[in-house]
């Protein structure tokens, strides 16, 4: 569980983000809302813990973030950024085979068990059809499964992802996130990714965490998203829930 107090973050003479308090579980799909400029990547930079706070404290399982080692941090959380670091001349595989660094290090022994993991890893994103393949000659929706597996591979309890699906058309995106459910629910992993569409909020999350202007809008289960006035404030955007012509149980929304 991650535990946020009276956390500031300030740039250009303003705070860019202001928490009094924030509990996050870290099992189930928790999803990241709100309008650009929110606070929603400094959140997650927080959280993973490639930036520190300018006040405050960030605990993952009632530790500091920040007394973690490297090494020890990614053996808790695998962190994908929106802006993927470049991979040319690696195949899938080796991309992959890049989560087991935490765990065995650039001169470590590697383990029969790594293979193991690398290969389940790549089954269970559907990607081991392209081990052989270069990563950055993937589709976009192929790309982004190959980095899903290098977390997997990494056997971090947590992961983190920054817009995933803001380069990948409406199939890739509802794939990828059907993806991170699953493995919540197979792996028992907790999954934390920051969306735009709120629509795959309301079809995936068991969790939400809402930003506005820096500030918490909301943060709780799921059905808070189940609200037409608190979905209108957040987005300053008129909103209404329609019932899903095919899924009784699921909303969807419109801007009306």
Avoid at 24 to 47: A, E
Avoid at 57 to 82: R, Y
Avoid at 176 to 202: M, P, R, W
Avoid at 234 to 244: E, G, N, S, V, W
């Amino acid at each position: 569980m991650f535990t946020l107090n009276q956390v500031r973050v300030h740039r250009d003479n303003r705070d860019i983000l202001s928490i009094d308090e924030l509990t996050i579980p870290t099992d189930g799909l928790t999803v990241v809302l709100g309008h650009n400029g929110s606070g929603k990547s400094t959140l997650v930079n927080l959280l993973s813990g490639q930036t520190e706070p300018d006040s405050g404290s960030v605990k993952l399982n009632n530790h500091n973030i920040h007394d973690f080692s490297q090494k020890q941090l990614a053996k808790e959380i695998a962190f994908l950024p929106q802006k993927l670091p470049d991979v040319a001349g690696l195949t899938v595989k080796e991309l992959v085979r890049l989560g087991r660094f935490p765990w065995r290090g650039v001169f470590g022994r590697w383990q029969n068990n790594d293979d193991t993991i690398i290969l389940d890893a790549m089954h269970k994103t559907g990607v081991e059809h392209y081990a052989d393949n270069l990563a950055d000659k993937l589709s976009g929706g192929e790309r982004q499964r190959a980095w899903v597996a290098m977390l997997l591979a990494q056997q971090s309890p947590v992961l983190i992802l920054d817009e995933p699906t803001s380069a990948l058309d409406v199939h890739h995106q509802y794939h990828l996130l059907s993806l991170l459910q699953s493995l919540t629910q197979e792996t028992q992993c907790g999954v934390l990714v920051i969306l735009h569409d709120l629509n795959l909020a309301l079809r995936y999350a068991t969790h939400i965490v809402a930003l506005k202007k820096g500030k918490i809008a909301f943060s709780g289960a799921k059905e808070l998203l189940l609200d037409e006035k608190r979905l209108s404030d957040l987005y300053k955007t008129d909103i209404q829930l329609l019932a899903h012509p095919q899924q009784q149980d699921q909303k969807i929304a419109v801007v009306i």
